[in-house]
């Protein structure tokens, strides 16, 4: 157990008055000096009360917390409900802390008890917080869809409730008297868990407060734990109970002198649960958790000494980042901070993961904090706060979570700019992309951090982005075309829009598409989300537009040839050892962009594509590594269970160096069915090396014949008949040249010939981009159709970067 | 006086002859004058003579005739009915009521000789009323009026066929004069076939007559024919409606005959019903009473018969059948309960609640139970067994208050509860509404007119309880074309028009192949 002094006195309040009133003749000039530096810290007489009023709802009013009771009404009481209230006066900052025993601390709930509450506390200085029972009152919430987890909107239960907690702030003002205060912490030892990950990170800490009377006298007791109160037995769903909170209220009030009151804040319980202490279930786990708790807070207030306290608040209330569910996600949310000596309260308006607070922790500390306590559901819901590491999991607190994975950043940096102590990090600045044209296109050039990177690309093209996400998300989605036929959706009359619902359902489903991402990466999308200023669920829509209108059997994206893409390799390709040649068939009309990317951590790459990430489909690294894909169109276009492609490709580029560090990656992949992947380099000792990889339906790897490689072999009976006349077109044209060269490469490429009107030819009317890449020279030539769509002229780009097998 | 001596010079005779010259000429002046005026009168008298029948003006043919058989005299009071406010300010309805209390914009002697008896509005298309033709009988003194008007510069001769038609140009409208009848229509073609109608398309006047015979003292009689429109010639024949305006209240009276497919379609609903004497309603803010003498089921069937293929609800729904279905006693109990509840039923929309989960309509209904094998009330079902949890749906009855309730989701809005009350069983979707409507004794009264069905609706409360449950979905961005501002200026102005009206009540009943409709709207003080 770690207990903490009070940094002021080393004895106990009641002590100092027994010091301070010796005999005067000792060291009295020494005794009046303290008094003034005591005094000048504006410290000395603080002041204290606490009370408790009972709010237990009636019967047949909902409970909130669980969505599955569908609004149904209490039907007994386990135990009563209460909210707790604790007053401290340092003389200079008086303070209001309530606990009370609800579910959340809903906005038409605060406004009210801030409407009855007395007056002498400043509105921004009470705290309110919430036990998080899921057995206590719901019915206080105006707000839809909240109506349907906490049931109907009943007024009088709302009016009763605050009433309750105004009574219990006004009693405990009252009972205001001399105080003195102590802080610790304790280890929980095993009375809580991660509910989500078996050996995910759980808060050890227990915080500890201790305010006594003048006599030594407990005014309260409060403790900071961090556990979800969810653990009210089934068969008594519909019950009124505190959970393992008041278990450990009513311990620790029992024990302690008349007039005592337990707080219980819970803390960063995102996911975060009560484990079963020795086997116990039911109401028995409840009861066992709840006094165990009060034996580890009794244990280590026992331990601290009193004194006086320096109060200081803080509060801001920030915007929170963009959220898909505008209609009924907060845009603005209410953060506020305690600090009471060296401790600081961090109260959080939703339910923070562990990760979190466990990090603000480090963070606080590093500023010079003794401790830090993080108290959750307070003041106001904003639902889950996950840390970006855990945004890509499909969990119940990730789906809960609105504002994207750069949430976690937001926590820190808002939270850092209320503490007192230390300096809160720059915030750094990411200097605008730089952009030049080149014959048909514009050359992006991006450098830096992951974020940088994204950033800069999200806020060169954020008109475009946002565009994009206009035309291949909100208005497909608008319009009714991404609803399934049948089920829920279908049963919306025309005359309602369901896309206010439906869209942050769409965007907490796409969530699953971000498995296995890595963080760079996300932070590369986080980026680009800020800097186009849409939320980061709307770009990662965006990034599966076109899956998701494919896998709806309405294909947008998914309906050209796809491609055409073929390497020379060794002698073949004469001096330069190894050229690729690649056309890129895409449906939309998208501006041609080639990005220049300079990554903090990994090799330099270029791709030729679009404004967005989605297409990129082309590109070579520093290592003189080369990747493209082409699709099959005979292939249904499957489910992807994982990241897009152009994500997968993207890691080849940034992390491999040769064709044998990609092809796994590749293999691994369990979206392959339907494309084929043509990866091309040099092996360590500087041999040329190329393979296509594809999955009809087992992984293969096909390698050059006599030093040509096609995506696809004309004999190939599952490829669709357009595909199969391109490359025999391909096939004629380079299989007499003994060697082949760039400009060969070129001339095919450019190739309009076609016997059905262009879906046949290899330079066709969806082509959008043509790429003859020259890897030893790290160069790529590529060109981009004319007005006419004709083929324009081939510009060469060199990509500046040290290869290592030179 | 002067005294001047007034001095004659000249021939004496000649002076004479010049005098009596100049009186002849005046006698003559005076007799042409007289002459002229009397020729005048005569050709007045002459010309004004009522000598033209408006039965023989009117075809026989046409799809509807309309008639305000006191036109003159109740032109005042319509104008200032009450009624006129639930109509919306923007309605091209209120150019009528502009006309006629401006008088067209007339002198009152001219209008009052314009309109001498009762005034005929009749025509083929009812669908854009584009050839009606209006007739009425004029007095000598607007006939002679219209002479005069006639000489008007804006006014000009127009032949169509060898008929002449008098035109005016700022208006558009064609009119003809035959005696003392005017006959104005927008379709010349209409007006010129008035005109020269065959004998055997006259209407003639024992039809006439019967156009103005009217129930009551109603201010307008219209009879629709089979032809002209589509859907009036689909549903109905021989259709007649009326209305009559009242200071604060307009009253309609419509009675026709279903056409023969309409006929069979209903069959099941209306064979060998005849007017009954209605229960009052239930209070609420649509309230309806209705026998069909049938039960429940029957009524049910009836109805969907009549709706056709897309009948929402064609088989019970299983939300409603399920909770019968979770025991066998229960399902016995529902199934004979519900093939007892009938003939005089009366059903209510008592409320919205804003406050669940979502908007929810409340309902409530008062149900008739056929004396014979009646299901036992209180339903001998054990009471609420432990075990039951909240979300299981089975049937609970408390014997405490007798009452039968139905656990489902949320709150009372969506409790199901029944009754016996009063002559039968009560239920309501609502728990809530059934604790209000039970803690009053069950009305006993009867409304004084025998019918089938019997509406009540509250429009202001209505509409502003279905008002504010939309707006929490427009609130939310589910409703298409909606924001709160603009829902909030679309439903504001209905709702202003409708604080004026207390209630709108329609009675409807079926006999001898004929339904018959009375509807009154209310305004309120």
């Known amino acids: 157990m770690d207990v903490v002094h009070f940094p002021y006195s080393g004895v106990s309040f009641a002590g100092y008055w027994r010091w301070f009133l010796g005999p005067i003749y000792k060291n009295i000039l020494i005794r009046l000096a303290l008094i003034v530096i005591l005094q000048t810290g504006g410290a000395l007489a603080l002041e204290a009360g606490s009370a408790k009023v009972e709010i237990t709802g009636p019967l047949g009013a909902p409970l909130n917390g669980y969505g599955d009771r569908m609004g149904r009404g209490a039907t007994s009481v386990h135990d009563p409900l209460w909210a707790r209230a604790l007053y401290l006066d340092d003389g200079t900052t008086k303070v209001f802390l309530v606990s009370t025993d609800l579910c959340v601390i809903n906005p038409e709930l605060r406004e009210r008890v801030l409407a009855l509450a007395p007056a002498e506390v400043p509105k921004d200085n009470i705290i309110l917080v919430a036990t998080h029972t899921h057995s206590a009152q719901g019915a206080m919430i105006k707000q839809h869809p909240f109506r349907f987890v906490s049931g109907r909107f009943m007024p009088e239960v709302l009016e009763s409730t605050a009433r309750g907690i105004a009574q219990s702030m006004h009693e405990a003002y009252n009972r205001r008297r001399r105080a003195a205060i102590g802080f610790g912490t304790a280890k929980q030892d095993d009375l809580s868990a991660n509910r989500r990950y078996r050996s995910g990170p759980v808060d050890e800490q227990i915080g500890v407060i201790l305010v006594e009377d003048a006599d030594g006298n407990a005014i309260s007791v409060v403790a900071n734990f961090a556990a979800h109160p969810t653990s009210v037995p089934d068969s008594d769903h519909y019950t009124y109970s505190a959970d393992y909170p008041g278990f450990y209220c009513d311990d620790i009030e029992k024990g302690a002198a008349e007039g005592c009151v337990a707080l219980f804040l819970n803390g960063a319980e995102g996911n975060q649960t009560i484990t079963a202490p020795k086997g116990t279930d039911g109401w028995e786990r409840t009861e066992a958790v709840g006094r165990l708790l009060a034996d580890r807070v009794r244990a280590t207030a026992n331990k601290l000494t009193c004194g006086e306290a320096t109060l200081h608040t803080a509060c801001v209330r920030p915007e929170l980042p963009p959220a898909l569910g505008a209609a009924y996600a907060p845009t603005q949310t209410f953060l506020q901070t305690l600090e009471i000596n060296d401790l600081l309260m961090a109260f959080v308006p939703g339910e923070a993961c562990v990760e979190l607070a466990l990090e603000l922790r480090n963070r606080a500390l590093q500023r010079g904090y003794q401790s830090q306590f993080t108290v959750g559901l307070a003041n106001d819901y904003a639902m889950y706060f996950v840390a970006r590491a855990h945004y890509a999991d499909l969990t119940y607190e990730s789906v809960c979570s609105n504002y994207g994975p750069g949430m976690e950043d937001w926590f820190y940096r808002e939270f850092g700019k209320l503490m007192q102590k230390g300096d809160a990090p720059p915030a750094s600045l990411t200097p605008p992309a730089q952009s030049r044209e080149i014959p048909g296109a514009m050359v992006l050039r991006l450098e830096g951090e992951p974020y940088a990177l994204g950033y800069q690309r999200g806020r060169h093209f954020a008109t475009e982005i946002t565009a994009l996400y206009q035309s291949r998300v909100f208005q497909p989605l608008n319009g009714g075309r991404l609803f399934p036929d049948t089920g829920f959706w279908s049963y919306w009359p025309k005359f309602m829009n369901p896309t206010p619902l439906s869209l942050p359902v769409l965007g907490m489903a796409s969530h699953k598409w971000l498995t296995g991402i890595s963080v760079p990466l996300m932070r590369e999308i986080e980026g680009m989300a800020e800097g186009a200023g849409l939320p980061f669920d709307a770009v990662w829509l965006l990034q599966n537009s076109g899956h998701i209108t494919a896998t709806q059997d309405k294909p947008l994206l998914f309906q050209a040839p796809f491609c055409t893409i073929f390497a020379a390799v060794g002698d073949r390709a004469g001096a330069d050892q190894l050229l690729v040649g690649r056309n890129l068939d895409w449906n939309e009309k998208d501006p041609p962009v080639v990005t220049e990317v300079y990554p903090a951590e990994g090799q330099p790459f270029i791709q030729v594509g679009f404004a967005w990430n989605e297409g990129l489909f082309t590109g070579m690294n520093a290592a003189a590594l080369v990747v493209a894909l082409e699709r099959n169109p005979l292939q249904p276009v499957p489910v992807r269970s994982g990241l897009p492609l152009e994500f997968l490709l993207r890691s080849i580029l940034q992390d491999c160096q040769q064709v044998s560090e990609a092809v796994p990656l590749v293999e691994a992949s369990p979206d392959l069915a339907g494309y084929h992947v043509l990866i091309a380099g040099f092996t360590e000792k500087g041999a040329p090396e190329a393979v296509v990889l594809s999955r009809e339906p087992s992984t293969a790897a096909r390698e050059a014949e006599k030093g040509l490689l096609l995506g696809t072999l004309p004999s190939d009976a599952n490829a669709d008949p357009d595909t199969v006349k391109r490359y025999v077109r391909v096939l004629e044209q380079l299989e007499e040249e003994r060697i082949i060269g760039r400009e060969e490469i070129e001339r095919v490429l450019s190739n309009v010939e076609s016997s059905n009107g262009g879906a046949d030819a290899i330079w066709n009317p969806t082509t959008r981009h043509s790429v003859v890449f020259a890897p030893k020279q790290r160069t790529l030539y590529v060109a981009f159709p004319k007005e006419d769509g004709r083929p324009g002229p081939y510009t060469a780009m060199t990509l500046k970067g040290t290869p290592e097998h030179e | ?525």
């Open chain 2, 1 to 525: 006086m002067s005294e001047a001596v007034r001095t004659y010079t000249g021939n004496r005779s000649a002076g004479y002859s010049k005098y009596r010259r100049r009186r002849n000429k005046r006698k003559g002046l005076f007799r042409a004058v007289t002459a002229l005026f009397f020729a005048t009168l005569l050709w007045s008298w002459w010309s004004t003579r009522d000598v033209h029948s408006l039965g023989a003006l009117l075809p026989n043919d046409q799809a509807y005739y309309l008639c305000a058989p006191d036109f003159l005299q109740r032109r005042a009071a319509i104008a200032e009915s009450a009624a006129w406010n639930a109509v919306p300010e923007s309605s091209s309805l209120h150019t009528i009521r502009q006309a006629l209390s401006n008088r067209f914009g007339q002198a009152e002697w001219l209008v009052n000789n314009v309109f001498q008896g009762p005034v005929y509005l009749s025509g083929q298309d009812l669908d854009k009323f584009s050839d009606v033709l209006f007739a009425t009988r004029m007095s000598r003194i607007g006939a002679l009026a219209e002479k005069a008007f006639s000489l008007f510069p804006s006014v000009k001769n127009k032949k169509v066929g060898e008929v002449r038609l008098r035109y005016i140009e700022s208006s558009g409208y064609y009119y003809a004069v035959r005696g003392r009848i005017l006959l104005v229509s927008r379709s010349d073609a209409a007006l010129a076939g008035a005109l020269t109608l065959p004998a055997e398309r006259m209407l003639g006047e024992d039809a006439l007559a019967a156009l103005a015979t009217r129930e009551g003292d109603a201010d307008l009689v219209c009879t629709f024919h089979s032809s002209g429109s589509e859907w009036v010639a689909n549903v109905v024949e021989n259709a007649q409606f009326s209305a009559q305006w009242l200071p604060r209240a307009f009253r309609i009276h419509f009675q026709g005959s279903p056409r023969q497919e309409w006929r069979e379609r209903l069959a099941p609903l209306l064979e060998g019903v005849t007017p009954q004497p209605l229960p009052a309603p239930l209070d609420g803010l649509i309230s309806v009473s209705c026998n069909f003498e049938k039960t429940l089921p029957q009524l049910w069937t009836g109805i969907a018969t009549a709706w056709g293929d897309s009948f929402p609800l064609a088989s019970v729904p299983d939300f409603v059948a399920t909770p019968f279905r979770k025991t066998e006693a229960w399902s016995a109990f529902g199934d004979n309960l519900a093939r007892h509840l009938g003939p005089a039923i009366r059903l209510t929309l008592g409320a919205v609640d804003q406050n669940a989960m979502l908007p929810t309509p409340e309902f409530a209904a008062q149900c008739q139970l056929i004396a014979d094998d009646t299901p036992a009330w209180p339903p001998e079902i054990e009471a609420d067994p432990a075990g039951y949890t909240p979300e299981d749906m089975t049937p609970r009855f408390d014997k405490e208050s007798q009452r039968l309730t139905i656990p489902t989701v949320d709150g009372p809005s969506l409790q199901p509860t029944f009754a016996a009350y009063g002559d039968g069983v009560f239920v309501s979707t609502s728990s809530a509404l059934a604790e209000a409507i039970l803690a009053v004794p069950p009305k006993e009264d009867i409304l004084p007119q025998p019918a089938n069905l019997f509406v009540r609706i509250q429009p202001h409360a209505t509409l502003d309880a279905f008002y504010n449950g939309a707006l929490q979905f427009v609130q939310l961005g589910l409703v298409r074309n909606y924001d709160p501002a603009t829902f909030e200026a679309a439903v504001t102005p209905w709702l202003r028009q409708c604080e004026q009206v207390h209630s709108i009540v329609a009675s409807a009943s079926y006999e001898d192949g004929t339904i018959r409709l009375d509807a009154e709207l209310s305004m309120l003080p």
